[in-house]
């Protein structure tokens, strides 16, 4: 059974600091790995969608790393904002079926 | 991009009473549509995937009785809770699969609802 687990579960930075969200699953064997970001009492906002045959993927001041043989990836946050603060997500699924999700960061930017 | 509607976005019911909670993929069709329940300050928890078409696979311990999940097109799947009690209030997600692109560019979500039983 597939476990994934987000560390740390909650995290607070000052603004402009880069920050780096880690989510490591036991099953390599993955199909993607995507990650998601929610605002208290809203649905999930897909950030970032890694294929298991990618290695990383880069969106404005977001870049994900995902290194499948030991079953881990990374979210990394440039130069933070008090906007970004939300709980962040991370996700995988086995096969283009149900995703699997991690337990979560909650990030919080101080101003 | 994939847009999936949900409605409503929240709603209090009567203990005992049924509602029904609608997911629409807007712009893609939808073989699969998943549902997911969340508790506060806990991750998304599935409940059940729903086929188009066919009857739905519920994930353990969840009642299918209680959960009925109806999947009649391509683009949109039901979730409802039936004779709801205080226990069952809860934030509730879906989210859809491209059919056409079969999950490679990931999956699309709902913007919840959050039902309340009194």
């Known amino acids: 059974k597939q476990e994934v687990t987000q560390i740390p579960a909650a995290l607070s930075v000052p603004e402009g600091e880069n920050l780096v969200l880690n989510c490591s699953f036991t099953?390599?064997?993955?199909?993607?790995l995507q990650w998601f970001r929610q605002d208290p009492g809203k649905g999930l906002t897909s950030l970032l969608l890694?294929?298991?045959?990618?290695r990383e993927q880069t969106s404005g001041r977001l870049n994900a790393s995902l290194d499948k043989s030991s079953g881990r990836s990374t979210l990394y946050i440039a130069a933070s904002q008090p906007g970004d603060s939300a709980t962040y997500l991370c996700?995988?699924?086995?096969?283009?079926?149900?995703?699997?999700f991690g337990t979560g960061t909650r990030l919080q930017v101080t101003l | 991009g994939a847009v999936v509607s949900q409605h409503p976005s929240w709603v209090i019911c009567k203990s005992g009473t049924s509602v029904k909670i609608e997911c629409r993929s807007l712009?893609?069709?939808?073989?699969?549509m998943f549902w997911y329940r969340q508790f506060p300050k806990q991750s998304l928890m599935l409940m059940a995937t729903?086929?188009?078409?066919?009857?739905?696979?519920?994930e353990q311990g969840v009642e299918k009785d209680k959960f009925l999940i109806n999947h009649a097109s391509l683009t949109l799947s039901t979730l409802t809770v039936t004779s709801a009690h205080p226990e069952d209030s809860s934030f509730y997600i879906c989210?859809?699969?491209?059919?056409?692109?079969?999950?490679?560019?990931?999956?699309?979500f709902g913007s919840g609802t959050r039902l309340t039983v009194v």
């Open positions: 996700a995988v699924t086995r096969t283009a079926s149900k995703l699997t």
């Open positions: 890694i294929q298991s045959s990618q």
């Open positions: 099953d390599s064997a993955i199909y993607n």
């Open positions: 989210s859809a699969m491209d059919s056409g692109t079969g999950g490679s560019y990931g999956y699309t």
């Open positions: 729903s086929n188009e078409g066919s009857k739905a696979t519920y």
């Open positions: 712009d893609f069709q939808a073989t699969t």
